[in-house]
């Protein structure tokens, strides 16, 4: 079995025991239970049904690539000959959450850390920490597009940069906002490419159909300077033109004097617009102040 029973089963400050020194373990594919085979299987076939006209093309192209329609959770080492032959990317099986600059040095080298176990059957809907539906439904189709490729890779180094310049806080607005909750504006409309997005039943719809979130034009330092929460649907999404102006303002570009320049700049609060905005959707923020409790914001 490959459960977690107690999500703070899957945090550490060191490698454990069985894992290596880069904190990657074996994904240990043939113990996978017949019933954590079905629940990636329920998972994926409720996220196909939802996903032709919502997901992004280099999405649902990277999903055909990858023969990820197979039934059962997919043995990376039959995804990694098709992944690396597409791109070079690799997917390495983590026991949990790992340390930021190993996350990093990951990314660098064309590798993409993805957890191991499944959600029980109860957590189909939500889960606290990235399972390998997550991990590998979510973020792994858009590996197998060049251009995201190149961009996951650089974001990588620049994580190890952030992290020299103590900019990490504002870096990691930037793979929030693109590579979990990510938007892009294609012909025929707005489409989800974000990790978050796509591996979620309620999110996939609401990104795209709900009045409560504002959708705004992505903007560099507007993302590095916002705020987001992470118990909740988010209140904005930010939507990408494109893929290669997504590379152009951020692969093409030196963040040094970005990080300089918002270093004497407000964050931003979750929900607010400000004046240079370029509002597709202002949100109603209905459905965040429908909730109790107060957001965690990072
Ligand atoms: C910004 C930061 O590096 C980021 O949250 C990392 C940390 N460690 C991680 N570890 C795993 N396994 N998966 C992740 O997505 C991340 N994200
Ligand atoms: N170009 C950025 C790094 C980066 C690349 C791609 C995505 C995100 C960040 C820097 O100079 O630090
Ligand atoms: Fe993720």
């Known amino acids: 079995m490959l459960t977690a029973p107690d999500p703070e089963s899957h ?12 904190w990657t ?60 032959d597409a791109t070079g ?29 499944i959600r029980q059957p109860d957590q189909l809907d939500y889960l606290q920490e990235p399972d390998i539906f997550h991990d590998v439904f979510g973020h792994v189709p858009m590996l197998a597009d060049q251009r995201f490729a190149d961009y996951m890779e650089a974001y990588g180094r620049g994580g190890l940069r952030a992290l020299k310049f103590g900019t ?6 930037l793979y929030w906002y ?18 978050g997005i796509v591996s979620s039943y309620g999110e996939s719809v609401f990104a795209l159909d709900n009045d409560s979130p504002n959708r705004i034009m992505f903007n560099l330092e507007r993302v590095l300077r916002t705020e987001y929460r992470i118990d909740d649907f ?30 004497d ?16 959707t202002r949100g109603k923020q209905d459905h965040a102040s429908a909730q109790s409790g107060t957001a965690v914001v990072v």
């Open 265 to 280: 700049m407000p964050d931003i609060a979750i929900a607010d617009i400000i004046e240079s905005d370029d509002v597709i």
């Open 234 to 263: 988010q209140q904005n999404y930010f939507v990408i033109p494109s893929l290669d102006e997504l590379l152009r303002v951020t692969v093409e570009t030196d963040f040094k004097p970005v990080y300089e320049k918002i270093a």
């Open 89 to 117: 990317w690799q997917v390495v099986a983590v026991p949990g959450l790992v340390p930021d600059d190993v996350f990093f040095d990951h990314l660098a080298n064309r590798r993409f850390v993805s957890g191991n176990f």
């Open 178 to 195: 693109t590579v979990e909750f990510g938007l892009i504006r294609e012909p025929e409309g707005l489409r989800i490419y974000g990790a």
């Open 11 to 22: 945090v550490y400050d060191k490698p454990p025991a069985h894992a290596n020194a880069d």
């Open 25 to 84: 373990i074996d994904q240990n594919w043939s113990a996978y239970t017949a019933e954590e085979h079905a629940t990636w299987d329920t998972l994926f076939a409720r996220q196909r049904e939802m996903l032709p006209g919502r997901a992004a093309q280099a999405f649902l192209d990277g999903i055909d690539i990858l023969h990820l329609s197979q039934p059962g959770i997919p043995d990376f080492e039959e995804l990694n000959r098709i992944l690396m």
């Open 168 to 173: 990490l806080k504002q870096l990691a607005r």
